[in-house]
C-alpha cells in the first residue's frame, strides 16, 4: 500500500519511521496498545481540527496527552474558535480522527512549540493502521506551520 505522506517523506529525503499498527487507533493509549513497534507515549502528537464561526479551518499540531486551549488558540488566529466535528474533520482530513495527517491539510496549520522538545515524534499517517516517527526538525522541510503555545497547562 502506498501512503501519500510516506511519498512526500521520500520526496523530501526526509528519515522516517513507518509504524504499523494491529487495529484502528483513535486515542494514545490505542496508538501504544496496537503498535507493532517500539513507540513511547510522550512522542505521541496529535491533530486537532478547529473552526471559527465563518467556517474557516485550522489544525493545531500538539502532543496527544496535551488539550488544545482554545483561548490562546483564539489569539494566535485572531477569531474565536471550536473543535471540529468528526463529520468536518472527515470533510477537511479525508479521515477520520485518529489518522489526521499535517502533512496532507490544506489549511493553517500551527505547531505546538513542545512539539520541538522531543528528540522524535511520532502522528497519524492518512491510514488507521499507519503511523509515521520523525524528528520535529524536519516538520519546516514538510509543512508551512506557525508555532506558539496552543496547549492547556
Sequence with gaps: MELASVRILEDRNIPFRLIELKDTAVSV????KFSKGDIKTDEICKTMILKDKQG??????LLGSKKVDLSKAKEAIGEKVSIASIDEVS?????????????????????????????????????HLFGIEISP????KIIQFKTGDFSQL
Design 137 to 140: 526538525k524536519y516538520l519546516s
Design 56 to 61: 474557516k479551518k485550522y489544525a493545531i499540531f
Design 91 to 127: 470533510e477537511i482530513a479525508g479521515v477520520q480522527p485518529g489518522a489526521v495527517c499535517p502533512l496532507l491539510l490544506d489549511i493553517t496549520i500551527f505547531v505546538d512549540e513542545q512539539v520541538f522538545e522531543k528528540e522524535k515524534i511520532n502522528f497519524g499517517s492518512g491510514n
Design 29 to 32: 493509549q490505542d496508538v501504544v
